[in-house]
């Protein structure tokens, strides 16, 4: 079985920051890809930041500049660093894997979601 396991979500005020953490574990054989998506009410999933193998990525327009994604690959382990939040910013965030699992195919895998919200 496999884990995604996110944690540092939670209230700031605009201008703020956060780092959000999300780990996986179990019987994980590889992973291509790990990234953030987040989801405000009433609104879609969107991606927010996306780390490959070798290091590239890619972000959301709305976040270029501000966020910053970064991996331990010894550690499993997806950072996403969020400088000057913005209200607009407040959504539940995801963590996303692009993993093989021993036995499986490769397939997408998905955190609980932390919940960001930023307000005065």
């Known amino acids: 079985q496999v884990r995604l396991v996110e944690s540092g979500g939670g209230l700031v005020q605009p201008g703020g920051s956060l780092r959000l953490s999300c780990a996986a574990s179990g019987s994980i054989f590889s992973i291509n890809a790990m990234g953030w998506y987040r989801q405000a009410p009433g609104k879609e999933r969107e991606l927010v930041a996306r780390?490959?193998?070798?290091?590239?990525?890619n972000y959301a327009d709305s976040v270029k500049g501000r966020f910053t994604i970064s991996r331990d690959n010894a550690k499993n382990t997806v950072y996403l660093q969020m400088n000057s939040l913005k209200p607009e910013d407040t959504a539940v965030y995801y963590c996303?894997?692009?993993?093989?699992?021993?036995?499986?195919?490769?397939?997408?895998?998905w955190g609980q979601g932390t919940q960001v919200t930023v307000s005065s």
């Open positions: 780390i490959r193998n070798g290091g590239s990525t």
């Open positions: 996303n894997a692009r993993m093989v699992v021993y036995g499986s195919w490769p397939n997408d895998y």
